[in-house]
């Protein structure tokens, strides 16, 4: 009987005990519960967060209307609401309320952006307008073939390109273009431009010009045509002078140049003329691979951001072209990449310049690729010649001043390339005082 009692007390007290010891499981089970659902409802706060900011992201809807801006973001005194507030009231209230689309008021507000810092060369580019800058530098576009720039506010012809549409149609280096189809060119970005005047081959754009020697503005229609630019032309003179012409400075120029080279050391000719005449420019690194085909070493350009920070590029050590007698051909259109490669032949005398003074447009531009096509060319930095001389606004003064009128056009002269004959057969011509720094009116 008392054994009987020993193991019911016994048996209470395990029992007992493994209630406790269930309760304390229990416990532990529900902490570790409420500890992973902690981290179950932030995991998913977090890839709740994730996915709404992906959907700002991808779904195209617009960012930063109604958030707030980051510290240090934005100066104290500008209010961005003023934007949004601009935005709803063009939307609301513009007459043409189809013409207020949110793509054209987004590109139109990074344009003004942009084009605020009143540089000419930095320029946002949309979608279109990008497309048609990489297929400038491909070499194949449809259009009228001629360069354009911005020169003292006005649109200005920089060069028309050989046999294509604008040199046929009369267009010629320096016409102020003030119209385009009746619409000013006044304010006018030179992408925009572009824009305008290209188009489809066997379609119409009228140019409402003016011209030194013209006494009213001269409309002039060109047909517009399917535009190859072949950077590169030779030829070996009777009198065995070799005549290099570069065009632009684009995606094919160093292997036809690369070719241009080979033939001059096949030919042997007793002087090289190096024709830089309207090439409005291109690649830096194509600019300096040509002027290496002279320049043994040193530098051949700097690039400078700042008073620190400054780029040297050095020849790249070929100078196959160094022992041949060259003179370089520059006038009024010759820009950016031609004025690298000038400057620096003229500075290290390996060739005399020839012509007329250059345009001057030293400065350096990025290009950025956005996510939707489009682009920004931004200025970064300025151009120097080997001696430090600064490219951009100055141009490159010439060793022989000489002039190319429009009467020696039409009569088929070329007083220029003449005088480099000259200059290499060791009769160079006189050099008069007063246009020893060249032409004033520099032209874009």
């Known amino acids: 009987m008392e054994k009987n009692k020993k193991e019911t007390i016994k048996k209470k007290i395990n029992f007992k005990n493994y209630k406790r010891f269930l309760l304390i499981i229990l416990v532990i089970l529900l902490m570790l519960l409420s500890f992973g659902s902690g981290i179950y409802i932030t995991t998913k706060n977090e890839i709740a967060k994730q996915l709404a900011v992906e959907k700002v992201i991808y779904a195209g809807k617009l960012i930063g209307k109604y958030q707030e801006e980051k510290s240090g973001m934005l100066s104290q005194d500008i209010d961005f609401n003023l934007f949004w507030d601009t935005w709803d009231a063009l939307q609301s209230q513009y007459v043409d309320h189809e013409e ?31 497309k048609d800058f990489s297929d400038d530098l ?25 046999g294509m549409p604008a040199e046929k149609a009369g267009l010629k280096a320096g016409d102020k273009i003030f119209s385009i189809d009746d619409v000013s060119t006044q304010g006018i970005s030179i992408d925009e431009a572009v824009n305008r005047i290209r188009g489809p081959k066997q379609t119409e754009v009228i140019l409402s010009i003016s011209r030194k020697g013209l006494d009213e503005i001269k409309q002039i229609s060109i047909i517009r045509g399917k535009i190859v630019v072949s950077s590169i032309r030779t030829e070996l003179r ?42 409005p420019g291109g ?65 290290n005398n390996l ?31 300025k151009w120097l010649t080997p001696s430090g001389r600064s ?24 007083p220029q390339i003449e005088a480099a004959v000259g200059v290499l057969q060791g009769n160079p011509p006189e050099i008069s005082n007063k246009n020893a720094s060249g032409t004033k009116e520099i032209i874009n």
Do not use: C
């Not at 540089?119 to 307008?129: A, S």
């Not at 051909?329 to 400057?343: F, K, M, Q």
């Open 138 to 162: 491909a070499g194949t576009f449809e259009g009228i073939g001629a360069e354009i720039g911005i020169k003292n506010d006005i649109l200005t012809i920089i060069a028309p390109l050989p």
């Open 283 to 347: 690649y830096l690194d194509t600019a300096i691979e040509v002027a290496s085909e002279w320049v043994e070493d040193g530098i051949v350009v700097t690039e400078k951001y700042n008073e620190e920070r400054k780029i040297e590029h050095l020849a790249r050590g070929r100078a196959r072209l160094k022992d041949f007698l060259t003179v370089v051909l520059v006038n009024e259109g010759s820009a950016s990449a031609s004025e690298i490669v000038s400057g620096a032949l003229q500075d």
């Open 351 to 381: 060739a005399k310049l020839v012509g007329k003074k250059t345009f001057g447009k030293g400065s350096v531009q990025s290009l950025t690729y956005l996510d939707d096509g489009s682009s920004i060319k931004i200025t970064v930095a």
């Open 391 to 414: 490219i951009n606004d100055e141009g490159v003064d010439v060793d022989y001043p000489i002039e190319y009128s429009f009467e020696d056009y039409n009569d088929g002269l070329d």
């Open 238 to 279: 009777d009198d065995n002078i070799f005549v290099i012409k570069i065009l632009n400075f684009n995606n094919d120029t160093e292997l036809a140049f690369n070719g241009a080279v080979r033939e001059v050391l096949d030919k042997n000719p007793d002087g090289i003329i190096l024709d830089l005449r309207n090439n």
């Open 100 to 130: 207020a689309g949110d793509k054209k008021l987004f590109y139109g507000a990074l344009k003004g952006m942009v084009s605020s810092l009143k540089d000419p060369y930095t320029v946002f580019m949309d979608p279109k307008i990008a």
